[in-house]
């Protein structure tokens, strides 16, 4: 889980400059979409244009996951058994509603599987979804959500969200939040972003390349986050070298549970440097 994910771009997968483009973008996760970004007369043509640019390479350490249509469609099967043998890390199947969902995608594919979370049905599922030894990671579909919740605002969707959160930890796997729709709202996408890492979402996934800045800024580790990090495994390795189960950091017990977090902060930490320095 020390692999970032904080920024989740979708690119579509009929565009050969768009994909030029992604090569060169500071983003943890490229979404190659074969669904929504791509109209029905340029579905076929779309994923003969992703596997070539995929098979040209150039993502460099970038997680690349194809979003498939869904299993239910004309496209989705073709989708699936092409992107068996095209050079990605896994495939996003959209609209899971169950487990045995995953278990008909991962009949035509042996990548890994990944879930858009976007049903009224799949939210009450995601504990079983999660489950899956084949799932690796949620991806929240905000929009295809609100739409079937009839909800408004966000807030009406946080109980979706949690229960999403609640079984990817469960079970070990990722979580990524859903888009923020106004693309120049920088401030919106500022606190979304923050209330997206606050409830415990690994990252944001994206419709422009603008936002990837703020997405990724909102989900590493701050300086003053790495700082209190590593003072609090240097004073709690100091307390158990002299016998003392806990230590104390700026007025604040540290037990071994916090020593885990602040592990994991500045293991993240790490890994987002080295992508960076690439």
Not at 77 to 104: E, I, Q, R
Not at 140 to 159: E, F, Q, V, Y
Not at 182 to 207: H, N, P, S, V
């Amino acid at each position: 889980m020390t692999r970032p994910y904080r920024s989740a771009l979708y690119i579509p997968g009929s565009r050969p400059r768009a994909l030029h483009k992604a090569r060169d973008l500071p983003v943890d996760v490229i979404l190659f979409d074969l669904e929504d970004a791509v109209s029905v007369g340029e579905k076929d043509s779309a994923r003969a244009t992703l596997a070539d640019e995929l098979g040209t390479g150039g993502y460099g350490e970038r997680l690349k996951l194809v979003r498939i249509n869904g299993l239910n469609t004309p496209w989705g099967p073709a989708d699936a058994k092409a992107v068996d043998g095209m050079d990605c890390n896994g495939v996003l199947l959209p609209k899971v509603d169950s487990a045995a969902d995953v278990d008909a995608m991962a009949a035509l594919t042996d990548k890994p599987i990944w879930t858009m979370m976007e049903t009224p049905l799949g939210i009450l599922n995601a504990a079983e979804i999660a489950a899956h030894p084949k799932v690796n990671g949620f991806v929240m579909g905000t929009n295809d959500l609100a739409k079937d919740l009839h909800s408004r605002t966000r807030d009406a969707m946080m109980l979706s969200l949690q229960m999403c959160l609640l079984a990817a930890r469960a079970h070990g796997i990722v979580a990524i939040d859903g888009v923020y729709n106004a693309f120049k709202d920088e401030t919106g996408l500022k606190d979304e972003c923050k209330q997206g890492r606050d409830l415990g979402f690994d990252g944001k996934t994206l419709i422009h390349p603008a936002q990837i800045d703020i997405a990724n800024a909102a989900f590493a580790p701050t300086d003053a986050e790495i700082d209190l990090a590593t003072r609090q495994i240097a004073a709690f390795d100091a307390a158990e070298a002299a016998g003392q189960g806990v230590a104390v950091v700026d007025g604040k017990i540290v037990e071994n549970l916090h020593v885990v977090t602040a592990r994991a902060t500045l293991a993240k930490a790490d890994a987002i440097a080295e992508i960076e320095n690439q």
